[in-house]
């Protein structure tokens, strides 16, 4: 996720030099700042991932947590007020990572770009992130994940469910849990293709 920005301009390279010439001049640090600020929404969204993991490992660790600590009549209740706290942690956490992000990306990314890159390929990169070929490549982001993630997913799950399952009786077994009477069900499509925990927007 940290890359896949990156990733898309280089593939797009090709045919970007005629696009160059519109720019207007700059100096190189203008060049920098007009890069941040066409990469910003994928700066903001490699914060929001990194913010919400923690919350998503716990999330996990609460499901399992539920299924064998906590009495059936109680884990409805129990599962709203975990949820609940995860919403406060990320209304919080986010914004806070995000702007933080936005404000580091120049003495970072920023000084990268200006230290490895000339003023044309500046140029040169500004022209391939604003070309309509580079953001029709970008928006077809998570069709092409949810395709390549649903035929993962139908194709590795027999072979993965029952590793998922000797997994957990092992961690059971030295948490000292009873046995589940029913096998944790390995990820499915439609739940591999999103994220555990959705953060608020901003």
């Known amino acids: 996720m940290k890359n896949w920005f990156l990733v898309s301009l280089l593939v797009l390279a090709t045919g970007a ?63 709203k007020e975990i949820q609940a706290e995860v919403k406060k942690y990320l209304d919080q956490a986010v914004p806070l990572v995000r702007e933080r992000a936005v404000k580091l990306a120049p003495t970072t990314i ?13 140029k040169q990169l500004i022209a391939i992130i604003e070309s309509p070929v580079n953001r029709k490549f970008l928006q077809m982001g998570g069709d092409m994940q949810k395709a390549l993630i649903d035929k993962l997913v139908a194709e590795t799950q027999g072979a993965i469910e029952p590793k998922v399952k000797t997994l957990e009786l092992a961690i059971g077994k030295q948490l000292g849990l009873p046995a589940p009477s029913a096998a944790v069900p390995a990820p499915t499509a439609s739940k591999a293709a999103k994220p555990p925990v959705k953060a608020a927007s901003k």
Not at 110 to 122: I, M, Q, T, V, W
Request: aromatic letters at 2%; zero cysteines.
């Open 17 to 79: 030099q005629a696009q160059v010439q519109t720019l207007a001049p700059a100096t190189k640090k203008e060049l920098v700042t007009k890069v941040l600020q066409l990469q910003q929404p994928a700066i903001e969204q490699a914060a929001q991932a990194l913010a919400e993991q923690p919350a998503a490992q716990m999330m996990q660790q609460a499901g399992i947590a539920l299924q064998t600590r906590v009495a059936p009549e109680k884990r409805e209740a129990a599962a």
């Open 110 to 122: 920023g000084a990268l770009l200006e230290e490895k890159f000339n003023e044309a390929e500046l």
